[in-house]
């Protein structure tokens, strides 16, 4: 347990639209920052490390959708001195605040698909997650295993090594930073956490992160999208829908599970055999969507409900 006294608060005032409920808490469920974030009444308590400090964080928006602002207090265990600038910067760019949504929804409200989503998730922007670590260990989570067995696998990595942030009198759990993970056996992540075969390659990325040398999420969202997803590709057991998954607003992610999905959309059917249709979704959906092929999918997989009703076809990752 780390006790964060230390506490400093800031605004950041959002591009318009931005629907702060939608970004921070995802209808899919998918993590801000940490499984064991908690949203309550339109307030999000979560975790993070920022430049080696973990962070505690209370986020509120205070205004509306079309003129958003967003209230933040930053907890620290020490006095912030000169961070204050750089935890605001990180945060302002990991929460999507400077990205404009106004071309995609233009392109979007011509598509026979996306045109339901972006009205049923008007203002959701995709966000960056905590760490290339974090993600990393995600995407291993998600290879050959159901969502809910994905879940499991990275709650019990979070709580298990993962440091506690005590804060505003809640406590959330952070995800393990490389040098936590490095030091941990092979066969303890294997069988005692249940990684099998992924308890490898999760220790060897924490062996090659730990240093710091690997770009953050930030310096590849600044690369062109193929170089940043060739240098994801250089970590051991990140192949090709792992990077798409954590590249930086890029990239259409297609695997087992989602290509039944986006079968459907785009051919009106279930693929007979998943594993030899997913390349040929995947080709499909940059087809059709181009340079907003990830907008496309992250608004997808958040709306599968409301498009499942709005297209008569049932839909769902599993």
């Known amino acids: ?41 339109g307030t999000m308590w979560t975790a993070l490390h920022v430049d080696g400090m973990l962070v505690g964080l209370k986020l509120k928006s205070t205004e509306e959708t079309d003129s958003p602002r967003i209230s933040v207090t930053a907890f620290l265990a020490r006095e912030p001195d000169d961070k204050e600038e750089t935890i605001e910067g990180i945060l302002a760019e990991k929460l999507g605040v400077n990205d404009e949504l106004s071309q995609f929804y233009g392109f979007a409200r011509r598509d026979p698909i996306l045109k339901h989503a972006v009205d049923d998730l008007y203002g959701m922007h ?36 993962g440091r506690v942030a005590e804060f505003d009198g809640r406590r959330i759990a952070a995800w393990p930073v490389p040098s936590e993970i490095s030091v941990v056996s092979t066969k303890e992540l294997e069988s005692r956490r249940k990684l099998g075969y992924r308890a490898k390659y999760v220790i060897q990325l924490a062996k090659i992160l730990e240093g710091g040398a690997f770009p953050t999420l930030e310096d590849l969202a600044k690369l062109p999208a193929e170089e940043s997803k060739r240098r994801l590709m250089e970590l051991p057991g990140i192949g090709d829908y792992s990077a798409d998954i954590i590249n930086p607003r890029a990239g259409f992610p297609i ?38 092929s990830w907008m496309a999918f992250f608004y997808v997989a958040q709306d599968l409900e409301n498009l499942s009703k709005k297209l008569n076809v049932r839909l769902r990752l599993q």
């Open 1 to 41: 347990m780390v006790r964060l006294e230390k506490k400093f608060s800031f605004v950041l005032s959002p591009k318009a639209p931005y629907n702060f409920e939608l970004t921070a808490k995802k209808p899919a469920g998918w993590d801000l920052f940490t499984p064991f974030e908690v949203f309550e009444e």
């Open 126 to 161: 995709d966000t960056l997650g905590g760490s290339v670590f974090d993600l990393a260990i995600l995407t291993i989570c998600l290879q050959m295993a159901p969502l809910k067995r994905s879940e499991q696998m990275m709650e019990c990595l979070v709580s298990r090594y």
């Open 255 to 292: 695997d087992a599970w989602s290509v039944d999905v986006f079968g459907k959309l785009f051919f009106g059917r279930e693929p007979k055999n998943a594993r030899d249709a997913i390349e040929r979704v995947k080709k499909e959906g940059i087809r059709r969507w181009g340079r907003w």
